[in-house]
């Protein structure tokens, strides 16, 4: 399992947890009350107000703020949107989302570890008390909620929200993978000898291959313009290896683009960001696009420069090389976060779920969906045999 943060235990709640559900402030306002709960916070990068602030200066609607107080403390926030979205071409849904819009073309960047902003000493009790007055309250915006979306959850959090009583299913997950730098660090051995004997072996020729051309370098960006030069060279060859297989690739949506210009420029100078440039004999190979969040390294987006020898491994190499890179600067997680794809597993071990979670309320349309939705699911278990 992924490392914690360590939080304290959280005492027995003396006076009432009082949750409403408010217009969104004026953005300053409402940066300096998060920043303020996001000091007493565990929480991960995607709910830091740069994220959010970013987020919330992009989008094109106005989500509404839930606010949860203990004793007139602020201990919870979240920011709350109303979709409607059709459901089988049929179902017509208002569906309340959490930390994103319910528009494809906005929701593709992607937030993980999603949850409530929380006081470290109350986060069961904050996340508890909203999503059962949301629930209860089933209503947003003047919009009747039918349903509840929580997406990019820690895979942890599900019983937790099954625990509510209310029907829940999943609309997506999978799986994630990470390497522990501190106890990669404690063991005093190099990254490479902790792989398995193929995998090492394999990444050892590749970085020999590449320096048989001459030096091989890892460079960061060390100002915002060579930052975005990167980030936009790491996408011309995403671009290049996404359309050769067929997808659009990330860089075909022009939110995504302009919405991670708009955090490089804000979160690289507070060292909460990083670009990454690998190069064998002055030609780059590879791009990575980090965030650094209190310790941990979270692998966001990616660019590799791939060439007809197969024995060339780009991103097995960049990954390598940036692994080694932040152990030795004592960082404590390099976290590969969500996605199934093999090299993740090859490079670090088994980290939580990452799903996506519908909460339904009491609603006849939806009640009539959940058998159709368990047919569909035995024949596609049927097929899958």
Not at 34 to 54: K, N, Q
Not at 267 to 276: G, T
Request: hydrophobic share 40%; charged share 25%; net charge neutral.
């Amino acid at each position: 399992m992924l490392p914690k943060l360590c939080a304290e235990t959280a005492p027995i709640l003396d006076a009432e947890l009082q949750v409403e559900l408010i217009p969104l402030p004026e953005l300053q306002a409402l940066g300096s009350m998060w920043r303020r709960l996001e000091a007493r916070a565990d929480r991960s990068f995607f709910l830091s107000w740069t994220w959010i602030g970013t987020w919330l200066r992009a989008i094109d609607c106005r989500p509404e703020l839930v606010i949860a107080r203990l004793s007139g403390e602020v201990i919870g926030l979240g920011l709350m949107h109303a979709r409607l979205l059709t459901r089988h071409g049929l179902l017509p849904v208002w569906t309340l989302f959490l930390h994103q819009t319910g528009d494809p073309d906005q929701d593709v960047i992607t937030i993980e570890y999603n949850d409530f902003l929380a006081d470290r000493r109350y986060q069961d009790e904050v996340r508890s008390a909203c999503l059962r007055f949301l629930i209860d309250r089933g209503e947003c915006g003047g919009r009747e909620v039918g349903e509840l979306l929580l997406g990019g959850l820690a895979g942890e959090r599900r019983a937790d929200i099954e625990a509510l009583g209310r029907p829940v299913h999943a609309r997506a997950e999978a799986g994630s993978a990470f390497v522990d730098l501190d106890a990669l660090r404690q063991s005093g051995k190099p990254f490479l000898d902790t792989l398995k004997a193929s995998s090492a072996r394999r990444i050892r020729r590749s970085i020999a291959l590449y320096r048989a051309r001459g030096a091989l370098e890892l460079e960061t960006a060390a100002d915002v313009d060579q930052a975005l030069d990167m980030f936009e060279r790491s996408g011309a060859l995403h671009q290049t290896r996404w359309t050769a297989r067929g997808h659009p690739g990330a860089f075909a949506h022009p939110f995504y683009v302009a919405f991670h210009r708009s955090l490089i420029r804000t979160a690289l100078p507070l060292a909460q960001v990083e670009l990454v440039e690998v190069s064998a004999a002055g030609e780059p190979i590879g791009y990575l696009y980090n965030f650094l969040d209190r310790g941990r390294v979270l692998y966001y987006f990616s660019g590799f420069r791939f060439e007809s020898d197969n024995r060339l491994k780009p991103g097995l190499v960049c990954h390598s090389l940036c692994i080694e890179r932040h152990l030795e600067r004592g960082m404590d997680v390099y976290d590969f976060m969500g996605g199934d794809q093999r090299y993740k597993l090859e490079l670090g071990q088994r980290g939580p779920d990452i799903i996506h979670l519908a909460v339904q309320r009491p609603n006849w349309m939806l009640a009539a969906e959940r058998p159709l939705r368990k047919l569909k699911q035995a024949i596609g278990e049927v097929r899958r045999r």
